[in-house]
């Protein structure tokens, strides 16, 4: 089977970094997806990793490790714009077109 | 060029009533999906479609829910005699095909039953 798992709710400091964490047990997948979802919006794309190790875009990072079964979305120079829920979702071996999605982390910015 | 679009935004149903969500991809996509999303939950897999073609409704409950995506005009997902727990989120996304494209999204539709 297949199981996402990612903190609930995270706070922050405006102009801090904040990590967020995702595990997930599966046995296998083709890639894994960060995405923002502001209350009441639609998910938007942040980042997309295939390989082991961290992609740089901007104020947002994201790395992935296969091996140890875990990924993690990382924001520096936090805004206040940046308080949304964070969905990490992986696209499983058996299935390139389904996506497998963790309850999102809900991330509060306090200034 | 436009992004999905999902209409209607927001829709109110009594039970027992039908819904019909629509959702056309943007331009150039020819792959539609739905997803659900329950408050304070993930979203939920529920079909996939390709014209004229339901590829995987895996996630789509067997009762009052089809899907379907004609060859001309939007994809609909159709929800029959609406039940209070069919409240949710409704997201439609499209790519232009399946390998490990990023998926975008519409707006969503937001479905009350009262």
């Known amino acids: 089977g297949q199981n996402i798992d990612q903190p609930t709710e995270m706070t922050a400091t405006e102009g801090a970094i904040v990590q967020i964490n995702c595990t997930y047990q599966t046995s296998g997948f083709n890639g894994l997806f960060w995405y923002q979802q502001h209350a009441g919006e639609a998910p938007t794309f942040l980042s997309y990793?295939?390989l082991d190790g961290l992609e740089e875009k901007g104020r947002f990072s994201s790395f992935l490790s296969r091996s140890k079964g875990y990924s993690y979305l990382l924001l520096k120079e936090l805004q206040m714009k940046d308080s949304a829920s964070y969905l990490c979702?992986?696209?499983?071996?058996?299935?390139?077109?389904?996506?497998?999605w963790g309850a999102g982390t809900k991330l509060i910015i306090k200034p | 060029n436009a992004g999905v679009m999902q209409n209607p935004r927001h829709l109110v149903r009594r039970r027992g009533q039908e819904a019909r969500l629509r959702c056309s991809p943007m331009?150039?996509?020819?792959?539609v999906y739905w997803y659900r999303q329950l408050p304070e939950e993930g979203l939920k897999f529920m079909v996939y479609?390709?014209?004229?073609?339901?590829?995987?409704e895996s996630g789509m409950p067997k009762e009052r829910f089809s899907a379907e995506f004609p060859k001309e005009g939007p994809s609909i997902l159709r929800i029959q005699q609406v039940v209070r727990g069919d409240s949710a989120a409704y997201f439609c996304?499209?790519?232009?095909?399946?390998?490990?494209?990023?998926?975008?999204f519409g707006e969503g539709s937001w479905l009350t039953v009262v």
């Open positions: 479609l390709q014209k004229e073609n339901i590829i995987d």
């Open positions: 996304a499209s790519s232009p095909s399946t390998s490990g494209n990023t998926i975008y």
């Open positions: 979702a992986v696209n499983p071996l058996d299935s390139n077109y389904q996506l497998i």
């Open positions: 331009k150039g996509h020819s792959h």
């Open positions: 990793n295939v």
